[in-house]
């Protein structure tokens, strides 16, 4: 991605992913401020005026930029929610921040990710699979086939909405590859 945000930003666009509306009563002139406050409950940003004014700097820049909508009903409460572009960048920001959780002991079963995307509709789609499976230290046995012993079935099936290849996607959970000395050693298994 070539536009970054910072941690605060972040933070209010997972929230709001999380959430889906936030709702803040408020009369006052520094609304942002309650809304910032009640969108993100880490206490780190409330300790002083400049952490409240960089969350509202953040509300503001996502407001501009489209990524959230705040609206006024007519009880005086506030609503804030994410635009589409909004959820699309919150789904950017997850595809930056994927890792596979390596579990403290391993469930000795491989996870194996086969794909068969056409070449002609989803090259594009279909590189940017090889080079994520890669950051996230999976193996590659053959040039369509990936192995992680390490649950990674949400990861791989997030990929697939992204990139929209559902349909030439497979996982294999195997409890055997034969000669898995080689994948043991690189996952250091062993």
Not at 107 to 128: C, L, N, S, T, Y
Not at 129 to 152: I, N
Request: proline share 3%; glycine share 4%; charged share 35%.
């Amino acid at each position: 991605m070539k536009e970054r945000y910072n941690i605060i930003t972040k933070e209010i666009l997972s929230s709001l992913a999380i959430a889906g509306i936030i709702m803040v009563a408020s009369t006052s002139p520094y609304f942002l401020i309650n809304i910032a406050r009640a969108v993100i409950k880490n206490k780190k940003y409330n300790r002083n005026k400049n952490n409240e004014q960089r969350l509202v700097g953040s509300l503001r820049r996502l407001k501009n930029n489209h990524l959230v909508i705040i609206k006024e009903k007519s009880d005086g409460k506030f609503v804030l929610e994410l635009t589409k572009e909004g959820k699309k960048k919150v789904e950017e920001i997850q595809f930056d921040n994927m890792k596979i959780k390596k579990p403290k002991v391993w469930d000795k079963k491989w996870r194996i990710v086969i794909f068969d995307i056409p070449e002609k509709q989803r090259k594009r789609a279909r590189d940017a699979l090889r080079e994520k499976l890669q950051k996230l230290g999976f193996y590659q046995l053959q040039k369509s086939v990936w192995v992680c012993p390490y649950p990674c079935e949400k990861e791989i099936n997030f990929l697939c909405e992204i990139f929209d290849i559902n349909p030439f996607i497979g996982i294999i959970i195997a409890e055997k590859i034969y000669n898995d000395i080689k994948l043991k050693r690189h996952f250091q298994l062993l």
